[in-house]
Nanobody, 126 residues
Framework: QVQLVESGGGSVPAGGSLRLSCVGSRSTYTIYPVAWFRQAPGKEREGVAAITSDGIPAYADSVKGRFTISQADAKNTLYLQMNSLKPEDAAMYYC????????????????????WGQGTQVTVSS
């Protein structure tokens, strides 16, 4: 069983920054947190950023140039640096892991991920 725990959410004004973290539990499986998703009330869960198995980051168009995904050297910790936040970025943010090698073609597809954290709330005031 893979357990993921997010932290770092909060309430910021538009233009502010937050850094989200996701720590994956140690297990016998080499499955690490590799992607961030978000879900706003009444909306579907959408991919925000992911790291492919080749180490290449993938970003949703709406966050390119503002968000940066990274992993700790040990890979069991995933980060999302969010700058220039907008009110439309407000949502519950989730990290996720997949049992498959993450490919660019589906890196932001939530259906391809098997393990999820409980989420951390991000609020952005205008």
């Amino acid at each position: 069983q893979v357990q993921l725990v997010e932290s770092g959410g909060g309430s910021v004004p538009a233009g502010g920054s937050l850094r989200l973290s996701c720590v994956g539990s140690r297990s016998t499986y080499t499955i690490y947190p590799v992607a961030w998703f978000r879900q706003a009330p009444g909306k579907e869960r959408e991919g925000v950023a992911a790291i492919t198995s080749d180490g290449i980051p993938a970003y949703a168009d709406s966050v390119k140039g503002r968000f940066t995904i990274s992993q700790a050297d040990a890979k069991n910790t995933l980060y999302l640096q969010m700058n220039s936040l907008k009110p439309e970025d407000a949502a519950m943010y989730y990290c996720a892991s997949s049992i498959w090698a993450v490919a660019m073609s589906w890196a932001l597809n939530p259906q391809k991920y098997n393990f999820w954290g409980q989420g951390t709330q991000v609020t952005v005031s205008s």
